[in-house]
């Protein structure tokens, strides 16, 4: 957790300037307790294997249906994707 703000000064004081990593608010804001709600900047650690946050809720039964057919789809050959091109296309003139 992040230290306090430092007390507010006299009125028309002038604070210090913020170093890099700090977050300014004013200071009629913070005198009533308001707090950022920013992220902090600087490095932050990225690993490649970790699906994005935007990732489907898991409980949307549609989400996981279309992940699902989008896995499988992906998994397949060229040959096997052309035949199910051919199938579908056969489904979609008889109906």
Do not use: H, Y
């Not at 809720?57 to 249906?65: G, I, L, R, T």
Request: aromatic residues 4%; contains cysteine; proline residues 20%.
């Amino acid at each position: 957790m992040p230290p306090p703000p430092p007390p507010p000064g006299p009125p028309g004081a002038r604070r210090p300037r913020a170093t890099a990593n700090e977050d300014w608010i004013c200071p009629e804001c913070e005198m009533r307790g308001a707090r950022t709600n920013r992220w902090k900047l600087g490095p932050v650690p990225l690993d490649i294997n970790v699906p994005p946050p935007s990732t489907p809720d898991a409980e949307d039964p549609v989400a996981v249906a279309t992940r699902d057919v989008t896995r499988q789809l992906s998994q397949l050959s060229f040959p096997q994707l052309l035949l199910l091109t051919a199938d579908l296309i056969r489904w979609s003139k008889k109906c």
